[in-house]
T-cell receptor
Framework: DGGITQSPKYLFRKEGQNVTLSCEQN?????MYWYRQDPGQGLRLIYY???????QKGDIAEGYSVSREKKESFPLTVTSAQKNPTAFYLCASSIIRTGPMEQYFGPGTRLTVT | AQKVTQAQTEISVVEKEDVTLDCVYE???????LFWYKQPPSGELVFLIR??????QNEISGRYSWNFQKSTSSFNFTITASQVVDSAVYFCALSDSNRDDKIIFGKGTRLHILP
């Protein structure tokens, strides 16, 4: 079945460590996105990519980094520079057409940093 | 500036009641797109609808319906004859040309359907 996978579902890290969250899609979508969700909040865009080897910062990119070496994969690294990394992280993808298209989401990774 | 306001933080209704979730948006663009997503307890967002600013017709899909009113900048979502499986957080979202096709989300409305 086509879809988006994120692993792991739960991740625990010590403060000061970098951690990489995986996102893979087999929908053949060109665009991929990373969002952060905090309790009682909407989603906030961290990074997005519309083509391989290219990506742009979203609204809250500080302390995060990404790569897009393959169309199917868009890993997110939460660096030690991110002041409040504990959150729920969602990856999404979409096709590219005229006008913004609906995004399809993965199941998310809940990151806890202590 | 673009903004989406979902004033209802949390709503509880008894099963089989109808419920409307409000969404008010702000944008300076004449061309924009509106979305609704459902987030069940599992966490994954599920796409429900996409609507562009030139299409003001109301939409019905089974027990779901959407009322788009440009005059009041609202895009409200109604669930008819609610069911326990409708319990979730619902997000309204907006994208316009100033955001390079990126979507801005409201803070969501948590809906509890009581048996």
């Amino acid at each position: 079945d086509g879809g988006i996978t994120q692993s792991p579902k739960y991740l625990f890290r010590k403060e000061g460590q970098n951690v990489t969250l995986s996102c893979e899609q087999n929908l053949n979508h060109d665009a991929m996105y990373w969002y952060r969700q905090d309790p009682g909040q909407g989603l906030r865009l961290i990074y997005y990519s519309q083509i391989v080897n290219d990506f742009q910062k979203g609204d809250i990119a500080e302390g995060y980094s990404v790569s897009r070496e393959k169309k199917e994969s868009f890993p997110l690294t939460v660096t030690s520079a991110q002041k409040n990394p504990t959150a729920f992280y969602l990856c999404a993808s979409s096709i590219i057409r005229t006008g913004p298209m609906e995004q399809y989401f993965g199941p998310g990774t809940r990151l806890t940093v202590t | 500036a673009q903004k989406v306001t979902q004033a209802q933080t949390e709503i509880s209704v008894v099963e089989k009641e109808d419920v409307t979730l409000d969404c008010v948006y702000e944008t300076r663009d004449t061309t924009y797109y509106l979305f609704w997503y459902k987030q069940p307890p599992s966490g994954e967002l599920v796409f429900l609808i996409r609507r562009n600013s030139f299409d003001e017709q109301n939409e019905i899909s089974g027990r779901y319906s959407w009322n788009f009113q440009k005059s009041t900048s609202s895009f409200n979502f109604t669930i008819t004859a609610s069911q326990v499986v409708d319990s979730a957080v619902y997000f309204c979202a907006l994208s316009d040309s100033n955001r390079d096709d990126k979507i801005i989300f409201g803070k969501g409305t948590r809906l509890h359907i009581l048996p």
